[in-house]
């Protein structure tokens, strides 16, 4: 997590809130950090998205550090409250569409609320109410938003019962029935391995579980069986990308986002955290890789434009698709925008993804909607592979 060349700006502020939940890093290594996350913010605090923010103060307020430097909170939540109103405001004008999605608004409120900053509860639990479009992508419920939205629920809920905040009945009533629904609906995308969805959204699936036990039985949940499966996972290579792993951990170690406390000293440990696995297998190897072919197509409505590219052997998506582009320009040009868990398609043959109608470039292979980018897809000989224009 450490090391990556995925960690860097305010891609780390992920590494940093999980590596110190975990108790894990040494001093030096988390003062290195918080370095690359405080330069991210002062420099482009007007081009980050609203739960970038909300990552950022979560991470470097998720302790209190040994020289007793305190951030500047009430500044960044300010700017926080500011990004959290724009959202709003996106969702009045925009069909009920946020300007990012539901797993930021959720990260959002989850900042607001353990940093003291300024949100209306009502507003909160009308925005959160389980039946909103936002939790469903392709009209499959979306296990990774479920469980932040859980996360700020029962962080708000704890504000109101601990006397932080006003209790309003009605509101009260409205957040404990959208936490039970939200864990319905968690639980009912359990797979037989004990998989949350899928192995990406399992670790904040499992936060959301661990905070929330007063809303399902003992039985609807075994705990162990999941863990096993992500373990087993684990050492098969799934948690490479640093941001997989950072987002594993806290659940793992039996933490959950809930622990950020801004007045609570950290913990640190040697920073050599020992690993028990072997060291990951690079994915494209280093000596003359034999060559395979695929399909490749851009699919807009019911054109398709194809083409069989060669490839190396190891090659993730991403190399097919620039291999495309080298041999047709015009028909398959893409760009790509650096997200926290890698290449993020943003344009093919110029045409844009749009967060105010619901549309993106989507990845498949073999018809199969893929569960990882086009960065770590890795691609196999004879694969039908595709970007599809598509609504979620
Ligand atoms: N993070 C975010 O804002 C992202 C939230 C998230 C729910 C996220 C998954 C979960 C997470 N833990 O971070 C999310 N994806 C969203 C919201 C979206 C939509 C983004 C647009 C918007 N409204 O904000 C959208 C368009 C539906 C989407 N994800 C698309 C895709 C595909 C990207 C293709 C491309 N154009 O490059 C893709 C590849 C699915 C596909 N087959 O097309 C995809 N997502 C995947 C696979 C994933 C998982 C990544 C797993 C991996 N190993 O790479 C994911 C963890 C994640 C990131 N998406 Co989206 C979900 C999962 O499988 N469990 C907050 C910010 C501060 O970092």
């Known amino acids: 997590m450490i090391n990556s060349k995925y960690t860097k700006g305010i891609h780390a502020a992920n590494v940093l809130l999980s590596l110190r939940l975990g108790g894990i890093l040494n001093p030096n290594q988390e003062q290195q950090l918080i370095q690359q996350i405080n330069t991210a913010v002062e420099n482009k605090k007007p081009s980050l998205t609203s739960g970038q923010l909300a990552l950022a103060i979560l991470a470097l307020g998720a302790c209190k550090g040994p020289d007793g430097i305190s951030i500047n909170y009430s500044e960044l939540v300010g700017d926080l409250e500011n990004k959290f109103q724009a959202e709003i405001k996106n969702m009045e004008d925009h069909d009920g569409n946020p300007l990012t999605n539901y797993y930021q608004l959720s990260l959002d409120i989850l900042a607001l609320c353990l940093f003291s900053g300024n949100y209306s509860i009502t507003e909160v639990t009308k925005i959160l109410d389980p039946e ?14 479920g469980a932040m939205a859980v996360l700020a629920l029962i962080c708000v809920k704890r504000s109101i019962t601990s006397g932080q905040n006003k209790i309003d009945t009605s509101d009260l009533e409205n957040i404990d029935n959208h936490i039970e629904s939200l864990i319905a609906k968690i639980l009912s995308q359990k797979t037989e391995n004990g998989l949350l969805g899928n192995i990406y959204s399992t670790g904040e699936a499992m936060q959301a579980l661990f905070v929330s036990s007063d809303y399902y039985n003992k039985s609807q949940w075994v705990c162990q069986k999941t863990r096993d499966t992500v373990l087993t996972e684990i050492s098969q290579g799934a948690f490479r990308m640093p941001t997989a792993a950072a987002q594993i951990l806290p659940a793992l170690m ?3 986002y809930l622990d950020v406390n801004k007045d609570s000293s950290c ?23 034999s060559q395979i072919k695929v399909n490749y197509s851009v699919v807009i409505n019911n054109a398709k434009d194809r083409i069989v590219v060669s490839v190396a052997d190891g090659s993730v998506f991403l190399d097919v698709m620039e291999q495309a582009q080298k041999e047709n320009a015009t028909l398959f040009s893409f760009t790509v925008e650096e997200s926290s868990w890698g290449p993020y398609i943003t344009t093919v043959q110029g045409i844009k993804a749009n967060n105010n109608d619901r549309t993106y470039w989507e990845l498949l292979s073999n018809g199969e909607h893929l569960s990882q980018g086009v960065g770590s897809y890795v691609v196999h000989a004879g694969d039908d592979l595709e970007v599809r ?3 979620y």
């Not at 992508?137 to 990774?144: C, I, T």
């Not at 050599?272 to 690079?282: A, E």
Request: glycine letters at 6%; aromatic letters at 16%; proline letters at 5%.
């Open 132 to 145: 909103s479009k936002n939790y469903y992508f392709h009209e499959q419920f979306s296990v990774d938003t």
């Open 254 to 256: 039996g933490k959950t």
């Open 267 to 289: 913990v640190y440990g040697s920073g050599n955290f020992n690993i028990s696995t072997q060291d990951p297998i690079s994915v494209t190897p280093a000596v003359s890789a």
């Open 389 to 391: 224009w598509s609504t």
